[in-house]
Nanobody, 126 residues
Framework: QVQLAESGGGLVQTGGSLRLSCAASGRSFSNYDMAWFRQAPGKEREFVAAISGGGGMTSYADSVKGRFTISRDDAKNTGYLQMSSLKPEDTAVYYC???????????????????RGQGTQVTVSS
């Protein structure tokens, strides 16, 4: 099992930026696809972005495309989500998830991932 710990959330004004981090325990982090999901109050958890094991491929939800960037540093066993031009509708708890690398599997279903962190709160004020 991979243990994940998110950090970097906080309160930011509309138009601001935040960078979330996801620290993973264990070895061979590069062998895992990683994704970010978020859950706003009263809403279902939704896919935000994913990056393949090794970092060669990425995918984004339409709602964040062009504003968010997912990346990873396998030497540090850490993934990132750089969020810019934040909007109030980005307010949510953000979770990182991982699964054994298989980019051919669908990305947007959380049940296809094996590990999930506790989440970090992002609040965007208007």
């Amino acid at each position: 099992q991979v243990q994940l710990a998110e950090s970097g959330g906080g309160l930011v004004q509309t138009g601001g930026s935040l960078r979330l981090s996801c620290a993973a325990s264990g070895r061979s982090f590069s062998n895992y696809d990683m994704a970010w999901f978020r859950q706003a109050p009263g809403k279902e958890r939704e896919f935000v972005a994913a990056i393949s094991g090794g970092g060669g491929m990425t995918s984004y939800a339409d709602s964040v495309k062009g504003r968010f960037t997912i990346s990873r540093d396998d030497a540090k066993n850490t993934g990132y989500l750089q969020m810019s031009s934040l909007k109030p509708e980005d307010t949510a708890v953000y979770y990182c998830t991982t699964r054994a690398a298989n980019w051919r599997r669908q990305l947007e279903y959380e049940w296809l991932y094996d590990n999930r962190g506790q989440g970090t709160q992002v609040t965007v004020s208007s």
